[in-house]
């Protein structure tokens, strides 16, 4: 099918912008009379709060309010449960949580106000290990665990919030199948998203009543209703603007400041404007999971998967977050992109008190990737196959069923397997020290909803009102590309408005990797729905029938007499003054098929999914034994995403990802003393610079699927879904060492090579509570 | 609060202004001059977000006091165009698709600036290390290279 705009690499809308620094971020925007807020947060992990003295701090100058939880409602917000306060309340659960907020004439006097409010907290436990916080008899963090709203049928006890289970077949009968069983614990880290634009938000009282936030956010929707339930204002007087945001990756999903900055702007009557410090952002944010997964696989001597069984813990710190998302599409991911007959996965979501853990590109699926991936690698060590032999020989092909049973169409698996292990010259011989290795990756697409707008103007431009969100990765830009590719005007005349929850519709969340798939899929339909009338109406004018009518650049015209035709610009004044009424295209969409056979799931925080995405990485290592220092030579990232609407921007979050699955691999790690962040900034918080990165081959392949906007699927997270696993059995075929704990750090590779690894261990703890 | 009223020469004009002694030169560019090109990511000299052109040499502007960069040339992203132009380097990162989220853009095409008018001529590992103090979330740097090496051969 040959398309104009789609499958083109054509320039992003919003680049000009980018490159000659007028694009606006939060922290450029300013309103007349704007003070500054500041958060006073907690010091202790785990501590009631006896008193808190705001007298002091009241009495600087240039302070204009001082807040704590007496002073605002008592709502509680949460994406899965409601569990978490904007100011603490009773108690405090993590070092750093917030506890008071100031606003005041400027930066200084705010951060001065902070420092003299006085709390006095009376210590409790705290507990920081997931597996001493799941023992019956481990402090309490969230006493009133049972009486949150959980949106959906959670399972729960005592520190778990959250337990999801996926069972098909009888395992027991499949490990007796087996003719080798693989075993492993395996434990991943808490990583940070590490944005380049640390979040904030400015929030004001228009003179209406109606509250207006400019936030820094992948989700005006979630702002809104965060803000809406925790401060107990309807949403008719909340509205929501993103201005042009610097980076996300999951952690801007959630609120951090926005309720804060709220309810301060609501006490003072003034716009107020909080911007995180770099600080904040590693200490109070939303980093990613670090989990404990233990795995068993069984495998038949030809390599055939008989059995599987893991259960994932995954550390969810002081308040649930996305945890039971997490927990829940983690283990629904990890069976792998393979048919196997049996299997048990669960998955844990315990509470810590740590730092809540939240979205970060992958959602749980790099965690369980890396242990999946990596037992795959043992198994076919152990029986003298080739790990890539292996994957192939197990991979999903088209007709074969998801986890819940949906059928699968469009599976690219072995053609990215193929293809990356070839990029990496798989069958190569090797250099000393030097090894390669493999992983595969299965993700989804499909998720909620997304609804669009498409309107004709009086002058036949274009009005697109689409809540997706543009946090860098070309969402807008291609949305413009298909409603250009529908109506064939240029992407120039297309007004892009997504970012105002007054101006467009209702959307769920930029994440997921859904964009492409889902919003695309609504935008479309919104597109052609447009163009349907806008034939009618020329139809009708021309008094032609419709079917003899097409579209060529920006004219409605009679195919067999050309000269018979009508304008966009004809049209839309024609809409607006003379007949029927402004032409506005409608979808709204929302992913409900195919659905899940439910019947061996429990927990499972999540309605259907679909656009099943896949994917293989591909690395050569070379590692210095002296110095355990892991050098990654290259990396092929192969990538079925049906069908690539703009190849460029595929590539850009294909390497995006690949760079920051290496971090997540080698360097990055949040470091803990007890419950304290010691590492809180760019200088002890490594993510890969220039002169890190390998050469990369980034691989599109395009395995269409008939339910995605022109075949397309989605692509956001898996490209740093199996860097870890690849890097992994990479370092295994090198120098023999199975590396079972991220992040891979050179001392971590000396301790492997001198026989000293940490065993985790997993079995005493889990017989002795459950 | 000591105050100095000091001349700043930023992109080729001369700004007047009076600032207290420990204000940085960040500061003074985005909230006194309106400036805002110049972003802050983490003020403390490791994210590079906040280059800019010293002499033409990128120096962190974060890290600088305003008083202590009066008389030298100062080079911002705004001044990386003559008006309605842009640079080759801006149209380069536009076509190779090296911007994302855009926020380490100006600094980072600040730095591939200053490495190309030293030596137009720069190769891979010197655009990889001359761009070494500029995080980049987003990219993974791949199509910045190809831009800034694209850029180069103009």
């Known amino acids: 099918m040959e398309y104009q705009y789609i499958g083109k690499s054509i320039p992003k809308v919003d680049s000009t912008q980018k490159v000659n620094g007028t694009a606006q971020y939060i922290n450029d925007l300013s309103f007349p009379n704007m003070l500054w807020g500041k958060v006073l947060r907690s010091i202790y992990p785990h501590a009631e709060i006896v008193h808190i003295d705001k007298s002091k701090a009241e009495r600087l100058p240039g302070v204009k309010a001082i807040i704590t939880a007496q002073d605002i409602p008592d709502g509680r917000y949460g994406p899965f449960i409601k569990d978490e306060p904007v100011l603490a309340r009773g108690k405090v659960r993590y070092i750093g949580e917030p506890v008071a907020a100031v606003a005041a004439i400027d930066r200084e006097r705010a951060e001065e106000a902070i420092q003299l409010i006085e709390v006095e907290y009376d210590e409790l436990p705290p507990v920081f290990d997931p597996l001493e916080a799941m023992k019956s008899d481990a402090p309490l963090i969230h006493e009133e665990l049972s009486s949150y709203f959980c949106v959906f049928p959670a399972v729960q006890e005592g520190n778990i919030c959250s337990h999801t289970t996926f069972v098909e077949g009888d395992v027991q009968k499949g490990f007796k199948e087996a003719d080798l069983i693989v075993e492993e614990t395996f434990k991943t880290h808490m990583h940070h998203q590490s944005y380049m634009e640390p979040s904030g938000a400015i929030a004001m009282v228009d003179p209406s009543g109606k509250i207006v936030i400019y936030s820094s956010t992948q989700a005006v929707f979630i702002t809104q209703s965060r803000v809406a339930e925790s401060l107990k204002i309807p949403m008719s007087k909340i509205r929501v603007i993103a201005p042009n945001i610097g980076g996300g990756f999951g952690g801007k999903i959630e609120t951090n400041v926005q309720p804060i900055c709220v309810a301060l702007a609501q006490r003072t009557d003034f716009p107020v404007k909080i911007i995180l410090t770099r600080e904040e952002e590693f200490t109070a944010g939303r980093p990613r999971h670090p989990s404990i997964l233990w795995g068993r696989l069984g495998v038949k001597k030809d390599g055939t998967f008989v059995a599987k069984e893991m259960i994932n813990v995954f550390d969810t710190g002081a308040y649930a977050d996305d945890g039971p998302g997490v927990a829940g599409f983690g283990s629904l991911m990890a069976r792998g992109p393979y048919r196997v007959p049996h299997f048990k996965i669960e998955g844990y979501c315990v509470y810590t008190n740590k730092v809540k853990t939240g979205a970060f590109r992958g959602f749980g699926n790099p965690q369980t990737t890396f242990a999946s991936e990596s037992l795959i690698d043992m198994a076919a060590k152990e029986l003298r196959i080739d790990p890539l032999e292996m994957r192939l020989k197990n991979a999903l092909d088209p007709g074969d069923q998801s986890v819940g049973k949906q059928t699968l169409y469009s599976v690219g698996i072995k053609e990215c397997l193929e293809k990356a292990a070839q990029a990496v010259g798989w069958k190569e011989k090797k250099g000393k020290n030097r090894g390669r290795g493999i992983a595969s990756i299965n993700h989804i697409s499909g998720l909620l909803t997304v609804s669009a707008l498409v309107r004709i103007n009086e002058d036949g431009t274009i009005a697109l009102q689409v809540g997706t969100m543009d946090i860098g990765q070309g969402s807008d830009t291609i949305m413009a590309q298909i409603v250009a590719e529908e109506l064939k005007v240029p992407v120039e005349e297309i007004n892009i408005i997504s970012r105002d929850t007054d101006a467009a519709p209702y959307t769920w969340a930029t994440s997921a990797s859904r964009l492409t798939y889902t919003g695309g899929h609504a935008v479309r339909m919104a597109a052609i729905d447009a163009r349907e009338q806008l034939l009618s109406l020329a139809a009708q004018q021309l008094d032609e029938n419709k079917e003899d009518l097409i579209i060529e650049n920006k004219r409605v015209f009679v195919k067999f007499s050309p000269d018979k035709g009508l304008t966009f610009h004809q049209l839309g004044a024609i809409s607006c003054w003379v007949k029927g009424g402004q032409i506005i295209g409608k979808s709204s969409f929302m992913v409900e098929k195919p659905p899940f056979d439910r019947s061996g799931f429990s927990g499972f925080p999540f309605g259907t999914m679909t656009g099943y995405i896949f994917g293989a990485q591909a690395v050569e290592v070379e590692v210095d034994p002296e110095t355990g220092k892991v050098k990654v030579i290259r990396g092929a990232s192969a990538h079925d995403v049906g069908h690539a609407i703009h190849p460029q921007n595929v590539e850009g979050q294909i390497e995006g990802g690949f760079v920051q699955g290496l971090g997540y691999a080698l360097s990055e790690e949040i470091v803990f003393d007890g419950g304290k962040v010691i590492n809180p900034s760019f200088a002890d918080y490594k993510i890969p610079i220039a002169p890190d990165i390998p050469p990369i081959d980034s691989i599109i392949v395009e395995a269409h699927d008939e339910t995605g906007p022109y075949g397309a699927k989605g692509l956001g997270e898996p490209g740093l879904v199996g860097v870890a696993p690849a890097v992994a059995n990479a370092i295994s075929d090198a120098i023999g060492i199975r590396m079972k704990d991220l992040p891979i750090t050179p001392e971590k590779i000396r301790d492997g090579l001198k026989g000293r690894q940490v065993t985790i261990p997993w079995k005493e703890i889990w017989r002795k509570n459950y | ?154």
């Open chain 2, 1 to 154: 609060m000591q105050r100095s009223d000091i001349q700043l020469d930023i992109n080729g004009k001369t700004y007047s202004i009076s600032v207290p002694s420990q204000r940085t030169l960040l500061e003074v560019l985005r909230e006194d001059l309106g400036l805002t090109g110049t972003k802050e990511g983490c003020a403390e000299g490791e994210c590079g977000v906040c280059t800019v052109l010293l002499d033409g040499l990128p120096v962190r502007s974060c890290l600088l006091l305003a008083v202590d960069v009066r008389g030298r040339k100062i080079m911002t992203i705004e001044g990386v165009s003559p008006k309605g132009d842009l640079h080759p380097l801006q149209k380069a990162f536009i076509e190779h698709g090296a911007i994302q989220c855009g926020f380490c853009t100006p600094g980072m095409i600040l730095s591939a600036k200053a490495i190309l008018d030293q030596n137009p001529f720069s190769g891979e590992e010197e655009i990889r290390v001359g761009l070494s103090g500029n995080l980049c979330r987003c990219t993974g740097y791949v199509k910045i290279f190809k831009a800034v090496q694209a850029a180069a051969q103009r």
